[in-house]
């Protein structure tokens, strides 16, 4: 008997796991399709459908062709009352350091043994939207909030001067972050809603 009890439990809760998957990606499908980007970027998708924001609101890996020919590519776009936040999307581990200002950021892997240099992601970000605001005229007049997630198993340990416009975040501030964005800033000034 409990050998049966056992293996109850035991498909009772694989059933939930396929279950939950089988959800987690038709939230994903719902934006975005299942091999496109990182995974870390559709763990992001996965986390705002969560938070029950509308599929058309929500823009994966968009690219976006330049003047000169070349393109940016921008991990996620997120339409919100408040304006348009750019989702730059890092995946790292070890202690980061940086500055806002600086062109490069170090990665401390091995307690100290190991560094790497990685361009700031906060001035990738600033370009994307550079990038973006060309594309329209619309683009041009509304605010545009640039957020850096960095999933991974990385700590922040020293960062500095960062613009008071520009979130730098792990996922589980994914939510405060929206609303803090959309709570304290104005509604964006639009010509109707959908633009």
């Known amino acids: 008997m409990e050998l049966f009890i056992v293996a109850a439990i035991i498909f009772i809760v694989l059933y939930g796991l396929i279950h939950e998957n089988g959800q987690n990606q038709a939230l994903i499908n719902s934006v975005t399709e299942s091999d496109r980007g990182y995974s870390s970027e559709r763990n992001l998708v996965l ?27 921008i991990d996620l776009v997120l339409a919100t009352s408040a304006g348009l936040i750019v989702f730059e999307v890092k995946d790292y581990s070890g202690w980061l350091f940086g500055s806002g200002k600086s062109t490069y950021w170090t990665q401390v892997l091995a307690y100290g043994r190991k560094k790497y240099r990685l361009y700031n992601p906060l001035l990738q970000n ?10 329209s005229i619309q683009f041009s007049r509304i605010p545009i909030f640039s ?3 960095f999933y991974g198993d990385c700590e922040f340990k020293k960062l500095h001067s960062i613009p008071n416009t520009v979130f730098v975040i792990k996922p589980y ?10 709570t304290n800033y104005p509604k964006a000034n639009s010509y109707r809603d959908w633009e």
């Open 173 to 182: 501030e994914i939510k405060r972050t929206i609303d803090f964005i959309t």
């Open 126 to 135: 600033q370009r994307h939207i550079e990038e973006l605001r060309k594309c």
């Open 47 to 73: 986390a705002l459908r969560k938070l029950d924001i509308h599929p058309d609101a929500i823009f994966h890996d968009l690219y976006l062709q330049k003047r000169n020919g070349s393109f940016a590519q």
């Open 147 to 149: 957020v850096v997630i």
